[in-house]
């Protein structure tokens, strides 16, 4: 019984930690992203909550934030970024990368 105890505590741990997290709202709107900068807390993980109001697919993606995702049009997904480095990391819309342009700013 005392080992369940403690991995129960583990995982009330990790559910207060993760509801803790900062979210910051994105949107995909006309095949950009807006705001096209969001500001994080350096050193922070941040769950970002993509809104994509179009009606077709777009890909999140980001080399710099090691992240690639595929939000269909009209839903929403969760990415976790960080903790970062202080600094900027651009993404963009792998299927409209001529106007979807974004970056996070770690500060």
Known sequence: MTRIAPAIA????????????????????DHRFQPEAVTIPAGEKVKLMVHN???????????????????PGHSKAVIFVGPLEPGEYPFFGEFNQATAQGRVIAE
Do not use: C, M, W
């Open 10 to 29: 583990a995982l009330l741990t990790a559910g207060i930690a993760q509801a803790d997290t900062p979210v910051v709202d994105l949107t995909i709107k």
């Open 53 to 71: 109001q179009d009606a077709t697919p777009e890909e999140f993606e980001s080399y710099e934030l090691n992240r690639e995702k595929i939000i």
